[in-house]
């Protein structure tokens, strides 16, 4: 069963930068597609970013030029570069990933606990 464990939030101030990670760990497994997604207080989960396996990237529109999303595929992890953030950043930030087992026929989708980031003005 493999876990998706996010690290990297916290507190910042507006205009700052905060880094989060997500390492999928367990065994037997390829990470496809991985992507965060976060849910601002009071609001719906909304897409952040995703890559590929291959590394092409997809964001929503209010994040394009300030978040970056890459991935080490040799650990596993997907990285989420935030920089100039927003008091509307602020949300609880989920991991997601498409997971394929070597002994399965189709890929099944994980989310991870999530992380806070807040963003203060």
């Known amino acids: 069963q493999v876990q998706l464990v996010e690290s990297g939030g916290g507190l910042a101030q507006a205009g700052g930068s905060l880094r989060l990670s997500c390492a999928a760990s367990?065994?037997?497994?390829?990470?496809?597609?991985m992507g965060w997604y976060r849910q601002p207080p009071g609001k719906q989960r909304e897409l952040v970013a995703t890559?590929?396996?291959?590394?092409?990237?997809t964001y929503a529109d209010s994040m394009k030029g300030r978040f970056t999303i890459s991935r080490d595929n040799a650990k596993n992890t997907v990285y989420l570069q935030m920089n100039s953030l927003r008091p509307e950043d602020t949300a609880v930030y989920y991991c997601?990933?498409?997971?394929?087992?070597?002994?399965?026929?189709?890929?099944?989708?994980?989310w991870g606990e999530g992380t806070q980031v807040t963003v203060s003005s």
């Open positions: 997601n990933a498409d997971i394929m087992y070597s002994y399965a026929s189709r890929q099944y989708n994980y």
């Open positions: 367990g065994s037997g497994f390829t990470a496809n597609a």
């Open positions: 890559i590929t396996s291959a590394g092409s990237t």
